[in-house]
């Protein structure tokens, strides 16, 4: 099982960008199966239930909005519009995060601790919202 999971990593990682989700929904399709057989159920139940569990535990500590992503990448694997769109997010993603990229290496490093000291005081306060929202 262990070695089956790497190596669908492993197809995973050398898909091209904007092909990844659509190439690993193939994968998982190219077998002669029933479409609702107990693994496509597992898929699509595991992937709900943890983009319920990251809309509610989202900001808790230890529990990111990453499993959400997790959840998404799973149903990823049988809905090919869900593939399809995380493919169009993940170009859009890198391209947006080669701007960003770009911008922050030609800020004087004035601005990059002013942009720093305003991002750390923006999770406070909002972590002090949290506070207060639930203990008040």
Known sequence: MIARM???LQDFQ???PGRRFR???DR???EDRSRLSPSSILYIVGGVLLMVASLFLGPAPGFGFGTGF???ALLASEVFFIARFLDKA???LRSLGREL???WR???FVLQAVAVLVAALLVVAFLYGLYWLFFG
Do not use: A, C, F
């Open 23 to 25: 190439d690993r929904y």
């Open 101 to 103: 990229r770009d911008i």
């Open 90 to 92: 993940e170009v859009w």
């Open 28 to 30: 998982r399709h190219q």
């Open 14 to 16: 050398q898909s091209k």
């Open 70 to 72: 997790l959840g998404l």
């Open 6 to 8: 790497k190596n669908s």
């Open 106 to 108: 030609t800020m004087p």
